[in-house]
């Protein structure tokens, strides 16, 4: 080994040897915290990986005592995290009484270890390396002289990242000793058993004897992950997470290995420097109970950085969503902030976009310009920046390396022979692989007017020549790093299985309750299905563990290739599956899970030479149900399918809401708790945000009205307002909505952050002859500006009621309060309204959402649409967009905004980042 090679084994050693203790005690704490407060199969997994990693780090350093008490405990834990189990009491006590067995020999390392310095300790570590070689020290080294090798950082090269040594299972030598062929140190053999990775240190040059797979519990994602990154020659990523050990933090840990990441948790600032001095990570997570110490983690991570030749990144979680929390963790450096609560599917985004932000796939940029002598003096700038770029200077001719290229940005010339770019650009806008493509224009022309029209044919940007080679790559690598990360995002949306057609649990819940955030889940039809195998217990012992996991699988593909393509399949639990329908009523649902039981009946599957046969059960529990938690619906659904299994039952069962009073008591009931609501303020607004694609970054916001009801219901604005209309109060619930968007607004006004807020109100509002009046002085009591406030009427309404509405939507103009229309569509009726009506937004009717994009026919009206209201002034904004597809087509057509779960979840808070969407 070199020196620089001693030096730096020293320093690992020394980094794990100081901080021991404390992982061994955070190691205890966990688990007696488990112990006594209740056992959780993710925090359990999280546990046990540490235990494997600490447990292979003592056989590797030689502590005999420590490495079998840690072996001991992951032997304890094995075999829960292989059959997804959690221990009883009995197992409880016995595992809580080995840990306690931790606390002497934590006690021992402390004062063994804790308490020489930094330096003497390398310096001790060190000599000892020298010396343990095969022959002795000649020489005395002079005094400190390892200080000379301490600011020297190398990254290590690809070919030399370590190599990991599958975990043991059972005890075995640490390590055999190395083969002749290989030129590296020996290693001598130790008698600790071993359990988690061992990391052999290897120069470029060498080449290390293959070591024989031993089998292991460990995630088959992470081995994958790591496999892959071997065999591309790239240098594993690594993650340090600063940890408290909260549900999110774990879940997120496990998606972090099984994503083939090197993940080290910390538990300590202290101990996060110690880390990043030794070696620094790709990327620093920091949980939200260490914001207090931002400032100086800010500092090592700049220190850091300053070190390397890489990318480090900083994420920071904060339980706050306020500016001052934002600009503390921005100036602190980091580079993505996530505000809690957040989904696990969402920080893992975030995670992947951070580590793979500078990955050796260059950027492909097509350039499209009719001068070569140009063109070449673009493509060679781009070249020495790293990307990857194809000159093109037919611009017909450029429609055909689309396909073959398949470019991430194209860089067009806006005068060209045959074709200009703004004709080039609406011909590529017109295939559907390339309408998000950035197309940024580079031309001589100085005519702002001529920039406008071609940013208006779909021009993502305009450069005008001569331009600088520095901004040139700038505004490149910025557009071409967004659209990359964009199309990431819209990957991570669709979690599906390519093989079993599976989704991931997370995405589906994630989608069960974007449903029941709607405005009105119950109109749509659709469901949930419970499904779970009969027998599971008694066919998992027969065929054993690993072939009833493969069953499972095979069941769940048969699903999934039953079933409507925009419905959604997950394994929910060990032996039950969930299966979300987006369409049909009770008897339609009923009808699918009696075709799915009669088909998974007559399907034999087979299995390492074993056929087997089983048959389901199915509960079901529909969006007409009205529960409005997504717990409920599964508590319902599973209740349901329990019902159906008892003797007597048919194995489908469908959740009925009990209704043991006439559908006109029910309304009664509910008329009483409108009334109940109206005067404790019990009524919610949940807030959706309302998003530009013409670059507006206008923080604004539809606030959707919400009852909760008992059992769980959640009651909507349509289920509402008919029976508030029929009992008379529909002018206190309108008055309550407006009363409690001011309030926002004024807060938001304080946190000097303005936002416009869409109220719908009922038809009833324009009959109310004092409500001009009440709303405002209302206004002027709270220092608001009336542009900010948009008041909503449904289109059907309006054309009833038009006399009155007329006369309050003048009023409502004076004041200088927008007008809006919902349900609009393409009708002489609607289009004669705008006429009359000083309407400020138009929002589209659901027909030309989803599905209906794709109808030509519908698509020509929604152009009607578009330029009738931009003719006239007004803006159009579509609702209930849910996925990417269906904005980059709205975009074509020049909608001004859109609105619904593509863009976020309606929630209760106002947290969106606008200008994100337009930077």
Same mark, same amino acid.
């Given at each position: 080994?070199? $020196?620089?090679?001693?030096?730096?084994?020293?320093?690992?050693?020394?980094?794990?040897?100081?901080? /021991?203790?404390?992982?061994?005690?955070?190691?205890?704490?966990?688990?007696?915290?488990?112990?006594?407060?209740?056992?959780?199969?993710?925090?359990?997994?999280?546990?046990?990986?540490?235990?494997?990693?600490?447990?292979?780090?003592?056989?590797?350093?030689?502590?005999?005592?420590?490495?079998?008490?840690?072996?001991?405990?992951?032997?304890?834990?094995?075999?829960?995290?292989?059959?997804?189990?959690?221990?009883?009491?009995?197992?409880?006590?016995?595992?809580?009484?080995?840990?306690?067995?931790?606390?002497?020999?934590?006690?021992?390392?402390?004062?063994?270890?804790?308490?020489?310095?930094?330096?003497?300790?390398?310096?001790?570590?060190?000599?000892?390396?020298?010396?343990?070689?095969?022959?002795?020290?000649?020489?005395?080294?002079?005094?400190?002289?390892?200080?000379?090798?301490?600011?020297?950082?190398?990254?290590?090269?690809?070919?030399?990242?370590?190599?990991? !040594?599958?975990?043991?299972?059972?005890?075995?030598?640490?390590?055999?000793?190395?083969?002749?062929?290989?030129?590296?140190?020996? !290693?001598?053999? +130790?008698?600790?058993?071993?359990?988690?990775?061992?990391?052999?240190?290897?120069?470029?040059?060498?080449?290390?004897?293959?070591?024989?797979?031993?089998?292991?519990?460990?995630?088959?994602?992470?081995?994958?992950?790591?496999?892959?990154?071997?065999?591309?020659?790239?240098?594993?990523?690594?993650?340090?997470?600063?940890?408290?050990?909260?549900?999110?933090?774990?879940?997120?840990?496990?998606?972090?290995?099984?994503?083939?990441?090197?993940?080290?948790?910390?538990?300590?600032?202290?101990?996060?420097?110690?880390?990043?001095?030794?070696?620094?990570?790709? /990327?620093?997570?920091?949980?939200?109970?260490?914001?207090?110490?931002?400032?100086?983690?800010?500092?090592?991570?700049?220190?850091?950085?300053?070190?390397?030749?890489?990318?480090?990144?900083?994420?920071?979680?904060?339980?706050?969503?306020?500016?001052?929390?934002?600009?503390?963790?921005?100036?602190?450096?980091?580079?993505?902030?996530?505000?809690?609560?957040?989904?696990?599917?969402?920080?893992?985004?975030? !995670?992947?976009?951070?580590?793979?932000?500078?990955?050796?796939?260059?950027?492909?940029?097509?350039?499209?310009?009719?001068?070569?002598?140009?063109?070449?003096?673009?493509?060679?700038?781009?070249?020495?920046?790293?990307?990857?770029?194809?000159?093109?200077?037919?611009?017909?001719?450029?429609?055909?390396?689309?396909?073959?290229?398949?470019?991430?940005?194209?860089?067009?010339?806006?005068?060209?022979?045959?074709?200009?770019?703004?004709?080039?650009?609406?011909?590529?806008?017109?295939?559907?692989?390339?309408?998000?493509?950035?197309?940024?224009?580079?031309?001589?022309?100085?005519?702002?007017?001529?920039?406008?029209?071609?940013?208006?044919?779909?021009?993502?940007?305009?450069?005008?020549?001569?331009?600088?080679?520095?901004?040139?790559?700038?505004?490149?690598?910025?557009?071409?790093?967004?659209?990359?990360?964009?199309?990431?995002?819209?990957?991570? $949306?669709?979690?599906?299985?390519?093989?079993?057609?599976?989704?991931?649990?997370?995405?589906?819940?994630?989608?069960?309750?974007?449903?029941?955030?709607?405005?009105?889940?119950?109109?749509?039809?659709?469901? /949930?299905?419970?499904?779970?195998?009969?027998?599971?217990?008694? !066919?998992?012992?027969?065929?054993?563990? +690993?072939?009833?996991?493969?069953?499972?699988?095979?069941?769940?593909?048969?699903?999934?290739?039953?079933?409507?393509?925009?419905?959604?399949?997950?394994?929910?639990?060990?032996?039950?599956?969930?299966?979300?329908?987006?369409?049909?009523?009770?008897?339609?649902?009923?009808?699918? &899970?009696?075709?799915?039981?009669?088909?998974?009946?007559?399907?034999?599957?087979?299995?390492?030479?074993?056929?087997?046969?089983?048959?389901?059960?199915?509960?079901?529990?529909?969006?007409?149900?009205?529960?409005?938690?997504?717990?409920?619906?599964?508590?319902?659904?599973?209740?349901?399918?329990?019902?159906?299994?008892?003797?007597?039952?048919?194995?489908?069962?469908?959740?009925?809401?009990?209704?043991?009073?006439?559908?006109?008591? +029910?309304?009664?009931?509910?008329?009483?708790?409108?009334?109940?609501?109206?005067?404790?303020?019990?009524?919610?607004?949940?807030?959706?945000?309302?998003?530009?694609?013409?670059?507006?970054?206008?923080?604004?916001?539809?606030?959707?009205?919400?009852?909760?009801?008992?059992?769980?219901?959640?009651? +909507?604005?349509?289920?509402?307002?008919?029976?508030?209309?029929?009992?008379?109060?529909?002018?206190?619930?309108?008055?309550?909505?407006?009363?409690?968007?001011?309030?926002?607004?004024?807060?938001?006004?304080?946190?000097?952050?303005?936002?416009?807020?869409?109220?719908?109100?009922?038809?009833?509002?324009?009959?109310?002859?004092?409500?001009?009046?009440?709303?405002?002085?209302?206004?002027?009591?709270?220092?608001?500006?009336?542009?900010?406030?948009?008041?909503?009427?449904?289109?059907?309404?309006?054309?009833?009621?038009?006399?009155?509405?007329?006369?309050?939507?003048?009023?409502?103009?004076?004041?200088?309060?927008?007008?809006?229309?919902?349900?609009?569509?393409?009708?002489?009726?609607?289009?004669?309204?705008?006429?009359?009506?000083?309407?400020?937004?138009?929002?589209?009717?659901?027909?030309?959402?989803?599905?209906? /994009?794709?109808?030509?026919?519908?698509?020509?009206?929604?152009?009607?649409?578009?330029?009738?209201?931009?003719?006239?002034?007004?803006?159009?904004?579509?609702?209930?967009?849910?996925? &990417?597809?269906?904005?980059?087509?709205?975009?074509?057509?020049?909608?001004?905004?859109?609105?619904?779960?593509?863009?976020?979840?309606?929630?209760?808070?106002?947290?969106?980042?606008?200008?994100?969407?337009?930077?």
């Amino acid at each position: 080994m070199t $020196q620089d090679d001693t030096q730096q084994a020293a320093e690992l050693r020394l980094a794990f040897l100081r901080h /021991l203790p404390k992982r061994l005690d955070t190691l205890r704490k966990r688990g007696q915290r488990l112990c006594t407060q209740g056992w959780d199969i993710n925090a359990l997994s999280i546990l046990f990986r540490e235990v494997q990693t600490l447990a292979g780090a003592c056989g590797r350093y030689a502590l005999l005592d420590l490495g079998e008490r840690l072996f001991a405990l992951e032997g304890f834990l094995a075999p829960f995290v292989e059959r997804v189990a959690i221990p009883d009491a009995t197992q409880t006590e016995a595992f809580a009484a080995q840990l306690r067995e931790l606390e002497p020999l934590i006690a021992q390392h402390e004062n063994r270890y804790g308490e020489p310095s930094a330096a003497q300790a390398v310096a001790a570590l060190t000599v000892a390396n020298v010396q343990t070689g095969p022959f002795a020290l000649q020489v005395t080294p002079p005094p400190e002289y390892w200080k000379r090798f301490a600011p020297v950082v190398r990254v290590a090269k690809p070919a030399a990242v370590a190599t990991p !040594i599958p975990p043991r299972a059972v005890p075995v030598p640490a390590v055999a000793p190395v083969a002749p062929t290989a030129p590296v140190a020996p !290693i001598p053999p +130790t008698p600790a058993p071993v359990s988690a990775p061992v990391m052999v240190a290897a120069k470029p040059a060498a080449s290390v004897a293959p070591i024989a797979p031993v089998p292991v519990l460990a995630s088959k994602e992470s081995d994958l992950g790591q496999t892959v990154a071997a065999a591309r020659g790239v240098e594993l990523r690594k993650v340090y997470h600063l940890s408290d050990g909260n549900p999110l933090a774990c879940e997120v840990d496990q998606k972090i290995e099984a994503a083939g990441y090197e993940l080290t948790l910390l538990d300590s600032v202290a101990e996060l420097k110690e880390m990043l001095a030794a070696f620094a990570p790709h /990327l620093v997570a920091i949980d939200a109970p260490f914001q207090d110490s931002l400032e100086p983690i800010g500092d090592m991570i700049k220190a850091a950085r300053a070190r390397l030749s890489r990318r480090l990144a900083l994420l920071t979680f904060s339980n706050s969503g306020e500016l001052p929390v934002r600009l503390r963790a921005m100036r602190a450096g980091a580079d993505s902030f996530i505000e809690l609560p957040a989904q696990s599917g969402d920080v893992m985004t975030r !995670i992947a976009e951070l580590l793979e932000a500078d990955s050796a796939d260059p950027f492909r940029v097509l350039i499209v310009e009719d001068d070569r002598a140009q063109a070449i003096f673009a493509e060679s700038i781009l070249r020495k920046a790293g990307m990857s770029t194809c000159a093109v200077t037919d611009p017909l001719a450029a429609l055909d390396q689309l396909e073959s290229f398949k470019p991430e940005l194209i860089l067009m010339d806006l005068y060209m022979p045959n074709c200009d770019g703004m004709e080039l650009t609406a011909i590529i806008r017109e295939r559907e692989a390339f309408i998000t493509t950035p197309i940024v224009f580079l031309s001589g022309e100085h005519d702002e007017e001529k920039h406008f029209e071609a940013l208006n044919a779909g021009g993502d940007d305009f450069l005008s020549k001569p331009i600088r080679p520095k901004h040139l790559i700038s505004a490149v690598t910025n557009r071409a790093r967004r659209a990359r990360t964009l199309s990431r995002r819209a990957q991570a $949306q669709n979690p599906r299985d390519p093989v079993t057609g599976l989704y991931e649990r997370a995405h589906l819940l994630d989608r069960l309750n974007a449903v029941l955030a709607g405005e009105d889940p119950a109109e749509h039809g659709g469901g /949930l299905l419970y499904v779970e195998i009969d027998a599971a217990g008694q !066919i998992r012992e027969r065929v054993g563990l +690993t072939n009833f996991d493969a069953l499972l699988n095979q069941v769940g593909a048969f699903i999934a290739s039953h079933i409507q393509p925009a419905d959604l399949t997950t394994r929910y639990g060990d032996t039950s599956f969930a299966l979300l329908c987006h369409a049909g009523d009770e008897a339609t649902l009923m009808q699918l &899970a009696g075709e799915l039981r009669d088909r998974t009946a007559r399907e034999v599957f087979e299995h390492e030479g074993k056929t087997l046969s089983v048959s389901l059960t199915f509960g079901i529990c529909t969006f007409a149900a009205g529960l409005g938690d997504a717990g409920a619906m599964l508590n319902a659904a599973e209740r349901a399918m329990a019902d159906a299994r008892a003797p007597g039952g048919k194995h489908i069962g469908l959740f009925r809401v009990a209704r043991e009073t006439a559908a006109g008591a +029910t309304d009664q009931v509910l008329a009483q708790r409108i009334r109940d609501a109206l005067k404790a303020e019990d009524f919610q607004l949940l807030f959706q945000p309302v998003v530009s694609l013409q670059g507006d970054d206008e923080e604004q916001f539809q606030a959707l009205l919400r009852l909760r009801g008992d059992g769980g219901k959640l009651y +909507t604005a349509t289920e509402i307002l008919p029976l508030a209309e029929r009992e008379g109060l529909a002018a206190e619930i309108d008055r309550w909505v407006l009363s409690r968007c001011l309030l926002v607004m004024a807060e938001r006004v304080r946190q000097r952050r303005p936002v416009r807020l869409f109220a719908s109100q009922s038809i009833e509002a324009a009959s109310d002859v004092q409500r001009i009046g009440w709303l405002g002085q209302l206004l002027e009591t709270r220092r608001l500006a009336a542009a900010q406030l948009v008041l909503e009427f449904r289109l059907p309404e309006v054309l009833a009621n038009l006399r009155d509405l007329s006369a309050f939507a003048k009023d409502l103009r004076e004041l200088g309060v927008h007008l809006s229309l919902s349900m609009f569509d393409a009708n002489p009726a609607s289009f004669q309204l705008l006429e009359q009506l000083p309407v400020t937004f138009l929002k589209l009717s659901p027909r030309y959402s989803g599905e209906g /994009l794709r109808n030509g026919q519908l698509r020509e009206e929604l152009r009607q649409i578009v330029a009738h209201a931009h003719e006239r002034g007004s803006k159009v904004i579509a609702p209930r967009i849910e996925d &990417a597809q269906s904005a980059s087509l709205l975009w074509t057509t020049g909608i001004d905004y859109i609105q619904g779960d593509f863009v976020q979840q309606a929630g209760q808070d106002l947290s969106f980042d606008f200008h994100a969407t337009t930077a």
